[in-house]
């Protein structure tokens, strides 16, 4: 059974840091573009950031290009969100997803990821 497990979620200040991750259990995705996404309340999903399978190619939305980074450990099967100058507006549920096919690109569409975590909250204080 493949599981996509993220942690790292909470309760942050503006301008704090936090770091996700998603360790994937199950099956690899070593040759699998892989991303983050995000939902708000009352929001639809969105792209927020994506990786290659070798970590080569890295993709970001606008809105957090500069204060996130996503990173790949395919020895520990995690991926990984580093998020730094946190805002009240990066508050959503944040998922990890693998596309299950090898690519040597990453994309930034949700219906090209196969696989999803269950999401972990994170909130930002004003």
């Known amino acids: 059974q493949v599981q996509l497990v993220e942690s790292g979620g909470g309760l942050v200040q503006a301008g704090g840091s936090l770091r996700l991750s998603c360790i994937v259990s199950g099956r690899t995705f070593s040759l699998s573009p892989m991303g983050w996404f995000r939902q708000a309340p009352g929001k639809e999903r969105e792209f927020v950031a994506a990786?290659?399978?070798?970590?080569?190619?890295?993709g970001y939305a606008d809105s957090v290009k500069g204060r996130f980074t996503i990173s790949r450990d395919d020895v520990q099967n995690t991926l990984y969100l580093q998020m730094n100058s946190l805002k009240p507006e990066d508050t959503a549920v944040y998922y990890c997803?693998?596309?299950?096919?090898?690519?040597?690109?990453?994309?930034?569409?949700?219906?090209?990821?196969?696989?999803w975590g269950q999401g972990t909250q994170v909130t930002v204080s004003s």
């Open positions: 990786i290659s399978w070798n970590g080569a190619m890295t």
């Open positions: 997803a693998a596309s299950g096919f090898a690519s040597d690109y990453y994309s930034t569409k949700e219906y090209e990821y196969n696989y």
